[in-house]
């Protein structure tokens, strides 16, 4: 089963409902959790820009919702000329429920993938202490 095509359209159709009106740059993210179960989420601007919500956090946050907790994949999307990353607070954030080989798929509106590990992603990222 190829997850990235499962997972892109996911993504996509989260992409199509994130609320982002000053911005206009719509994020959708899914994850598929260990247990085999996709969750997504979208970004939420807020006026007061530094409270609005990444996409990511947003499939994390419905993820631990529906009693998942361990992430096995991520693919975070936007109508982008360029690979969309995941940010360095999301970067955590999927590390927090991720073992470093956990994959993190970038895309772009042309269709164009890139796929590394969450470990590659984040270097040296807070763990347990």
């Known amino acids: ?8 359209k996911e993504a996509k159709s989260a992409a199509s409902r994130a609320y982002a009106p000053y ?10 959790s260990s ?10 601007e807020n006026i007061s820009y530094p409270v609005g919500t990444c996409a990511e956090a947003g499939a994390l946050a419905a993820m631990i919702n529906g009693g998942d907790n361990k992430i096995k994949e991520v693919l975070v999307y936007a109508e982008s000329k360029h690979l969309i990353s995941p940010c360095g607070a999301c970067r955590q954030r999927i590390a927090e429920f991720a073992e470093e080989d956990a994959l993190v798929h970038m895309t772009d509106a042309t269709g164009e993938v890139k796929s590394m590990s969450i470990g590659d992603l984040l270097p040296m990222g807070f763990k347990e202490f």
Do not use: P, R, T
């Open 1 to 8: 089963m190829n997850n990235i095509s499962v997972l892109l």
């Open 23 to 32: 911005s206009k740059f719509k994020v959708g993210c899914a994850v598929l």
């Open 35 to 44: 247990s085999g179960k996709i969750y997504s989420g979208c970004n939420v």
